[in-house]
């Protein structure tokens, strides 16, 4: 009995020519099945869709290195004209188009990285001599309500990621420079809990009818990364900068490392049973992989610098861990498909 | 067009389940080692074989000190890791054995590159002969990917080095030959994978190499390359595409015509790197091949990022450039849209997956 889904697989060029060059293809045919192939492909929709994306991202991109370049010929008038009533007309154009819509969807994200521009070029034209941080907190503050109106899981990622800027600009500004008040492993500690606080939320939001929108795997895969990363850096820093950090506290140290050894844990199984993602679960896998080969080879490597051995030693640990990894991945993998399948069957 | 629609108008020869096992053969293969496993034995060979090379280098230089030692030395290796490679089966053996290889090259190429009095070339001369050796021995896909790999980073690092220019072009030409042989049917199929996925990201390497103002040469060196290379990217992918689409009408001349001036274009204000990952994008939706779709939107956005720090053009420049391209593209998107439905709402839009 034939599989349905694999007979019905729209076949891309490489699988036409693997079954050509097996001779499974009628030879007197070929040039006929190979047309019929050519005339399958929708360049039109390609065409415009990456027409639509490429302008758009090209034109906002234009505009942000026009007001980067700060150009002297432009009066600062001219200039909050321009962006004010960029910023205006695509706000318009994106409730008159409907933010329903995918186009008054995309008009609002572009309004959003408009008002962008507009607070950066209003400080450099009045050099109101404001930490670059606020101006991404204030751009966050402002799109605010954009976002819980359009209901797009982009939008929403766009603010999560000015949010997460202003944030660290925040931790290196203010509070690092500071030295009484937090060092860099409790700014990266305080990182991670926003970013899994969104993760968290989302996988939350995401799961009911209302925010179907918001479905996206690679939303899950970017907050993911970017969470383990927070945390990873904690680790990496006390595995091989202690002694920057020798006569201060070291609890953020421990704290971090507890909350990276949870956060790869409770990822792991989270996105393996739960919320099947390979993605997600081999970023968990990786990270600890690559974690612990950097401590062994700070802890070994220590000592028997100049020996052989030691360098031995830690290759054939990085062997055994990278080995250790790729098993639990194909484990995954392979889990993941069965249910997949049992799900559709 | 799927297997059914061959089936039914009598295109196949023999029956539909030959066809079907064949193919689903190399898919089960795909989901038996998923891409990311792979990059995970590969980056970890990688990391492990740095350690290996250490421990080689450490543990025999000490006792012979001879460069000779370390290139037979890796030699050995490097046939002892492809041998274990060809014979055993099983993740950890094939972990060990790329590991080994790692090791085995970086020997090798240490040796040579000491033999020959911290020249590149002689790496990249090892690198040559070694590459079709190793590529035919092996059966894993990490090693043949990685054998490419080397001929053309020695090649990058030769021509940075030695400021060999003509090589340079040479290098880009060959690789965007490789490529178009690799990506227009001629040499396609799994044994070849390898070699076209490697030859592109090292055609990328080679166009991120020219399109930055690097510290260790003047500001005109590199410049020069950028147009002869996005002359030969833009000829390279707007031919591949003309290729694969002729004689079907689908694609029109005028189009494809029109798709060479575009990355003609954007190759002359400087980023070649972003003419080529458009290019990509359009060979691969030919090809319906989305891993090769994501390497060229990967490498569109990196080139991006690139473009926006080069110094060869001024900012202001760069802005008139991207506003240009931008606006023409959103004209062209609006006049292709009058013959489209009407968009969806975007709440009757199917979901990704189930809810939970």
């Known amino acids: 009995m034939q599989d349905g889904d694999s007979l019905d697989k729209p076949l891309s060029r490489t699988e036409l020519e693997r079954l050509d060059r097996e001779g499974l293809l009628s030879p007197e045919k070929r040039e006929e099945i190979f047309s019929r192939y050519r005339e399958s492909i929708d360049w039109a929709g390609w065409i415009s869709k990456w027409a639509g994306a490429l302008g758009g991202i090209f034109l906002l991109a234009g505009v942000l290195f026009f007001f980067a370049s700060n150009w002297k010929e432009m009066s600062p008038f001219l200039r909050f004209g321009v962006l004010e009533g960029g910023v205006l007309l695509a ?35 009045y050099q109101t001599g404001a930490d670059a941080f606020e101006v991404f907190a204030l751009w966050a503050a402002l799109i605010f309500l954009w976002v819980l109106a359009a209901k797009f899981a982009p939008l929403w990622m766009l603010w999560v990621v000015v949010a997460e800027t202003a944030l660290i600009l925040f931790a290196g500004q ?92 409770i990822g792991f199984w989270f996105y393996s049973k739960k919320r099947p993602s390979l993605i997600s679960v081999s970023a968990c896998v990786l990270v600890a992989a690559g974690t612990m080969v950097c401590w062994l080879a700070r802890w070994i490597l220590d000592s028997s610098f100049d020996g052989g051995f030691g360098w031995l030693m830690v290759g054939m640990c990085a062997i055994g861990l990278f080995t250790g990894a790729a098993f639990l991945i194909i484990r995954a993998a392979k889990q993941i498909s069965g249910e997949a399948e049992k799900r559709e069957s | 067009m799927t297997l059914r629609d061959l089936h039914t108008l009598g295109l196949l020869k023999g029956p539909v389940e030959g066809a079907d096992a064949l193919l689903a053969a190399d898919s089960k293969a795909e989901s ?103 590529y035919w021995l092996s059966r894993n896909a990490v090693q043949r990917f990685l054998s490419v790999a080397w001929v053309w980073a020695l090649l990058m690092f030769h021509c940075g080095d030695a400021r060999q220019g003509v090589l340079l072009f040479v290098g880009i030409l060959l690789l965007v030959a490789v490529v178009f ?8 199929g799994p044994f070849w994978r390898p070699t076209i996925t490697s030859c592109l990201i090292g055609l990328f390497g ?85 891993w090769l779709e994501w390497l060229g939107i990967l490498a569109l956005i990196w080139f991006l990022i690139v473009f926006y720090y080069f110094l060869g053009v001024p900012l202001f420049e760069k802005s008139l450039w991207l506003m240009g391209i931008g606006v023409t593209l959103l004209i062209v998107r609006i006049f292709l849209s009058r013959d489209e439905p009407e968009p969806m709402l975007l709440a009757d839009d199917k979901p990704e997956h189930d809810s939970p």
């Not at chain 1, 506290?249 to 490392?257: D, E, I, L, R, S």
């Not at chain 2, 054995?97 to 790692?102: M, R, V, Y």
């Not at chain 2, 204000?269 to 090809?287: F, K, N, S, T, W």
């Open chain 1, 91 to 125: 706000a318009t154009a994106a409730l008159v188009c409907g933010l329903r819509k995918r186009l008054g969807n995309w008009l609002l994200v572009a309004a959003s990285v408009l008002t962008g521009v507009l607070i950066a070029v209003f400080g450099q034209v």
């Open chain 1, 174 to 265: 203010v509070m690092v420079p500071k030295d009484n008040w937090v060092t860099w492993p409790v700014a990266f500690l305080g990182l991670a809990d926003f970013t899994i606080g969104m993760l968290v939320l989302w996988e939350w939001l995401q799961s009911k009818e209302r925010f179907a929108w918001l479905r996206g795997e690679w939303i899950r895969i970017a907050l993911v990364i970017t969470s383990l990363f927070w945390l990873s850096i904690i680790v990496w820093m006390w595995i091989f900068e202690t002694w920057r950090y020798r006569d201060k506290p070291q609890w953020p140290f421990w704290a971090g490392t507890l909350a990276w050894m949870l956060a790869v844990g």
């Open chain 2, 32 to 134: 038996d080692a998923p891409w990311i496993a792979r990059f995970a034995l590969g980056f970890g060979a990688w990391l492990a074989g740095v350690f290996l090379t250490g421990a080689v280098v450490v543990g025999f230089e000490a006792i012979f000190n001879s460069e000779t030692v370390l290139l037979l030395l890796g030699l050995i290796i490097l046939a002892g890791g492809t041998a274990l490679m060809h014979f055993k089966r099983g993740i950890f053996a094939q972990q060990l054995a790329l590991a080994w290889n790692f090791a085995g090259y970086f020997c090798v190429m240490i040796g040579t590159h000491d033999l020959t009095r911290d020249d590149f070339l002689g790496g990249l001369i090892a690198a040559v002969i070694l590459c079709p050796i190793i």
């Open chain 2, 181 to 188: 042989g690799g990506l227009s049917g001629w040499k396609s």
């Open chain 2, 206 to 290: 080679f166009l991120w190499l020219i399109s930055e103002e690097w510290q260790w040469v003047s500001d005109s060196y590199y410049s020069q390359f950028r147009l002869p290379a996005g002359i030969v990217v833009a000829l390279g992918f707007s031919g591949l595409l003309w290729f694969l689409t002729r004689p079907s009408t689908s694609v029109g001349t005028t189009r494809l015509v029109l798709l060479g001036i575009v990355l003609l274009a954007v190759a002359w204000v400087g980023a070649p790197g972003i003419a080529a990952a458009v290019g990509l994008m359009a060979v691969a939706h030919e090809r319906r091949d989305r």
